[in-house]
């Protein structure tokens, strides 16, 4: 076992009291892969656990349920089995088919090439695999080699659903661009959108990529790539092999049309055309097994043929028993003497030919090439010590690289397998990390166009948090980016740097709160909950010159520091009118001064006098009598003697 895995703390743990974790089979930036028994059920399985910094993360737990639910909705042989799903304190788990074998991406890798053959076999089952997930509303997202399996028993099946949704929900949010850029429909570099077709386009540069042994597009940036998937058409895989039947050059360009419309409409559509073309072909998908039990290499694939087991003939020869004479012996022995002259002259013409055939071969002709060594993934001093031991002259050239680490070497130009004259020169690409890009300020912008900024970027943006403000509904408020290598986020709302890989928030406007002054309690209560916010029963009172009794003065201010959020409760502040005020004492004084005061304290005064007397007589008495508190506007009638 190795430091690594005699390190990680979960080899030998029993997970949920039922998993006992062996190995350690594969790592990614979501989750870790072990192999583990099943002590329940006494079975081998796979057991896929989130890293612990995201379990904290909603959005990465519902993505991680997400790939339980979509994977065990589909019951298909080619597409990898899901157990169960669950949570052991606080590590979300998936038990999964264990599979041993190696993925595609492996395949690709030690062959470059496969034949038709072998691209019909493994097409035809990724094929109907994500037909059952289409059939099922379940677009994958994230097709590419690593998510092909090729089990030792020659299972073929198509795995990690852990972008799936459904295709009614075919807004592409930051997690899609965590698949290999390479794979990516035009639609999803340029709207942002996708549905099945967009997973026909991936199997399309899959295709491809068997047939010929690379990808259609190239570049030395991400950016580049993306661009070519956008406006490019891809070509046709016979012009880099001709031996690619004209059906699948055919098919090839059906799937990887630009526009969504022009591709199957899903993979039942394009697995009935592959069928078709198999019969075309007089060919028929074979058992597919991994390198370690007989794949076929290129150089067998060139005659179509696995494996010819030649059938073995008895041969009775038959002897002569007769007797023969002295004269007839002479005669025989002669004629061996002299056959086996002839056969010695040719053999010396035949050594001689050999000979001139060598010396031209090692001296001009074929066998003075030399073929490139495969130089990827190593440091540059190795990939230079390797070019040299075959009389090849390295030139380094510094290119970004999102996966591969800086200083660790990309590949060359020409590439592996390539047979040059002694002493050419080869370019070895060297990773300098990911590329940087400039991003310009994104507040203020709509949410959509920021999202497309930072995504064109090779920026992964996770889901919008929302916040009520004062600018429009759908504006950003603030973006903050978290790098990709570690370390402090920082704000990029008036722009920034980032470097491909790396991750953004954004803070966008849900808009104003509601006004909801002056109505009523009812339709206050209905407006504020369809914008979002929750109504608390707490009704809490107020009086207010301005509002009339029993409307809405508003809402009360939101405990902490900040503006109000979707989801969060808030409680309206209920008018009860006017203050009231006192009566004040006017006995004593004239009519006339008591009704000015009356007036000027903010009530209604009255009298039976006549205005005229109003100097004369003085007040004995008001009614209401004074001290006594009421509303604004209340008629007091005024008493008075002569």
Request: glycine fraction near 10%.
């Amino acid at each position: 076992m190795s430091t690594s895995q005699q390190a990680d703390p979960l080899i030998g743990r029993l997970v949920d009291g039922r998993y006992r974790v062996r190995a350690r089979i594969a790592r990614g930036g979501m989750a870790t892969v072990y192999v583990a028994t099943d002590l329940r059920l006494e079975r081998r399985i796979a057991l896929k656990v989130m890293h612990g910094h995201l379990s904290d993360d909603t959005v990465f737990q519902s993505r991680f349920i997400q790939e339980a639910r979509s994977a065990a909705r589909l019951a298909d042989p080619h597409v990898v089995n899901v157990f169960d799903q669950g949570q052991d304190g606080d590590m979300a788990y998936l038990v999964m088919e264990y599979l041993p074998g190696i993925t595609l991406r492996e395949l690709l890798r030690e062959h470059k090439r496969l034949t038709v053959d072998q691209t019909l076999t493994i097409m035809d089952a990724i094929l109907s695999g994500l037909a059952a997930a289409h059939r099922a509303g379940i677009v994958h997202r994230d097709v590419k080699p690593e998510n092909v399996l090729l089990a030792e028993d020659g299972r073929i099946k198509i795995g990690d659903f852990g972008l799936a949704r459904a295709t009614t929900a075919n807004t592409a949010s930051g997690a899609q661009l965590m698949g290999t850029i390479a794979y990516l429909a035009p639609e999803l570099v340029t709207r942002g959108t996708a549905d099945a077709r967009s997973d026909i386009y991936s199997l399309g540069i899959m295709l491809y990529e068997m047939l010929v042994g690379e990808q259609p597009y190239k570049g030395e940036q991400p950016m580049q790539i993306a661009y070519q998937h956008a406006t490019d058409s891809v070509p046709r895989p016979s012009a880099k092999n001709p031996g690619v039947p004209e059906q699948l050059d055919e098919l090839v360009l059906w799937a990887t049309e630009r526009e969504p419309a022009e591709r199957p409409v899903d993979a039942g559509t394009m697995l009935a055309r592959l069928r078709d073309i198999e019969k075309e072909l007089g060919l028929a998908p074979q058992v597919a097994r991994a390198v370690a039990v007989g794949m076929v290499t290129a150089d067998a694939a060139e005659s179509r043929e696995l494996t010819k087991v030649l059938p073995q003939t008895a041969v009775t020869p038959t002897a002569a028993t007769e007797d023969v004479d002295n004269s007839t012996r002479l005669r025989q022995r002669t004629r061996r003497r002299t056959t086996r002259g002839i056969w010695l002259f040719a053999l010396v013409l035949m050594l001689a030919a050999g000979a001139a055939g060598a010396g031209w071969w090692f001296g001009s002709g074929p066998g003075s090439l030399v073929a490139v060594p495969d130089v990827s993934r190593m440091s540059l001093a190795d990939a230079e010590a390797l070019l040299a031991e075959q009389q090849l002259v390295p030139q380094a050239k510094e290119v970004n690289d999102l996966e591969i680490p800086a200083g660790t070497t990309v590949g060359s130009d020409p590439t592996w397998g390539t047979r040059l004259d002694k002493g050419a020169p080869v370019t070895v690409f060297v990773s300098v990390g990911p590329a940087s890009h400039e991003i310009e300020g994104l507040g203020g912008r709509p949410a959509d166009d920021a999202r497309g900024i930072l995504t064109a970027a090779v920026v992964t943006v996770g889901d919008d948090a929302q916040e009520f403000a004062d600018a429009d509904a759908g504006t950003v408020l603030s973006v903050t980016v978290t790098p990709r290598a570690g370390g402090e986020s920082f704000a990029c709302t008036d722009g920034c740097t980032v470097l491909e890989g790396d991750s953004a928030s954004m803070l966008v406007s849900s808009g104003p709160v509601p006004d909801v002054a002056g109505l009523g309690v009812d339709r206050a209560v209905r407006e504020l909950e369809a914008a979002g916010l929750q109504v608390s029963g707490d009704r809490p009172t107020e009086y207010s010159n301005s509002v009339d009794e029993g409307a809405v003065i508003g809402i009360l201010d939101r405990p902490e520091e900040g503006n109000w959020r979707p989801g969060e409760t808030v409680t309206l502040l209920i008018s009860e009118g006017p203050r009231p005020i006192m009566v004040p004492d006017v006995s004593g004084r004239t009519v006339a001064d008591a009704i000015d005061a009356l007036r000027a304290a903010g009530f209604e005064p009255g009298t039976a006098l006549p205005e005229l007397v109003w100097g004369i007589f003085t007040v004995s008495r008001t009614d209401p009598q004074p001290g006594t508190s009421h509303r604004p506007g209340t008629s007091v009638r005024v008493f008075s003697t002569g």
